[in-house]
């Protein structure tokens, strides 16, 4: 099998990790006898540098042509100062709504290794492994009437029917192949936009008895998930909604620099760790590249059906860990901090021993 990605390096650590994650990709590839062939594009700070805007037609038409796309990073204060629609997140948003990438899964999984990374008891944790299902296309972040004066701001949050509908049945769906339970979020209490939501939401559940439903407050939710988060399976939620509880739900496992996440669409899909740029420590081979090489497992997955290979991919990131290596953002006394490119190096090895370890013929196409 042949796959066509596109690559998107961005701003800052974005190109480092990237770098690191193509490395996995054509390892995994190699003994999964695929062939990539990856297109590298600019996009955010970078590509408004060279073209004068953070995403070109050009870099929109090749994520058109790729079965999947890999994104770094993107931001910095050099930008920060920009019109909104010149600002490098600016081309998250656009390649978001040009692709029809509506559906965001960002996991939360607790690594035994890092338990003691985290700010929260080694009870509350252990066991944790949610994911949070964001809504990324529609409500207030592309809402209008949308703007500022002297005055006031104003922006508006809305959904249609057909947007709220799409993003629950992959949450139901999702959560029949975990353990059947979806929480949904919103704040129904005083948003007539949350009570639409929370009606569709009842309304699928019909269809999918044998998943568990709850509703949450979103409030009440960003207390739970750091109270008690193994009470957790599917969390499902709007969009601004889900960009505040899945950073929060990052949290808990240690470090952002350990965060996959996942893009989906009908068509597209594109894949990124969820932290930043990190321009301070851009350039210093110090960047954390296991949430980059965590998405790309994330990609092995749902864009080209391998679960065995992102299993694989899974199973090497444990086992680095277990071996006591950290990068400067989880490192504890006690272990060993390594580089991106040493941590990279140790993933490398351990997928080639877990693989090896296998019975020949298990992995075959």
Known sequence: ????????????????????????????????N????????????SSYEKNGSPLTDETLQSCYDS?????????????ESLPHNLKPEAALLKLRKSLGLFANIRPAKIYEPLID?????KNVLLGTDLIVLRELTGGIYFGTPRGFDENRGWNT?????????????????????????????DKANVLEVS?????????????????????????????????????????????????????????ITGSLGMLPSASIGTK?????????????????????????????????????GLQKAAEIIDSAIEKTLASGIRTRDIY?????????????????????????????GVFTL
């Not at 509703?215 to 601004?240: C, E, G």
């Not at 969820?274 to 090489?293: F, Y």
Request: no cysteine.
């Open 332 to 360: 504890s006394e006690g272990t060993a901090l390594v580089s991106t490119e040493q941590m990279t190096g140790a993933v490398l090895e351990n997928i080639n021993e877990i693989y090896h370890s296998q019975a020949l």
């Open 1 to 32: 099998m042949s796959y066509k990605i596109t690559l998107l390096p961005g701003d800052g650590i974005g190109v480092e990790v990237t770098e690191a994650a193509v490395k996995v990709m054509n390892e995994v590839a190699d003994k999964f």
């Open 67 to 79: 079965d999947a796309v890999f994104l770094g990073a993107v931001g910095g204060p050099k930008w």
């Open 157 to 185: 949050m809305e959904y249609s029917y057909e947007e709220v509908e799409r993003i629950t049945r992959i949450a139901f769906r999702m959560a029949k192949e975990r353990n059947k339970k979806v929480t949904s979020v």
């Open 268 to 304: 597209y899909s594109l894949y990124e760790p969820v932290h930043g740029s990190a321009p301070d420590i851009a350039g210093q081979n110090k960047a954390n590249p296991l949430a980059a090489i965590s998405s790309a497992a994330m990609m092995f997955n749902y864009s080209f």
């Open 195 to 251: 009570q639409f939501w929370r009606n569709i939401v009842h309304k699928v559940h019909n269809e999918f008895k044998d998943v568990e439903l709850n509703d949450m407050y979103v409030d009440n939710a960003a207390m739970q998930i750091v109270r008690n988060p193994k009470q957790f399976d599917v969390i499902l939620t709007s969009n601004l909604f889900g960009d505040i509880l899945s950073d929060i739900a990052g949290m």
């Open 117 to 121: 990374s985290s700010t929260l008891k």
């Open 34 to 45: 695929l062939t990539l062939e990856f297109k590298t594009e600019l996009i955010g700070g």
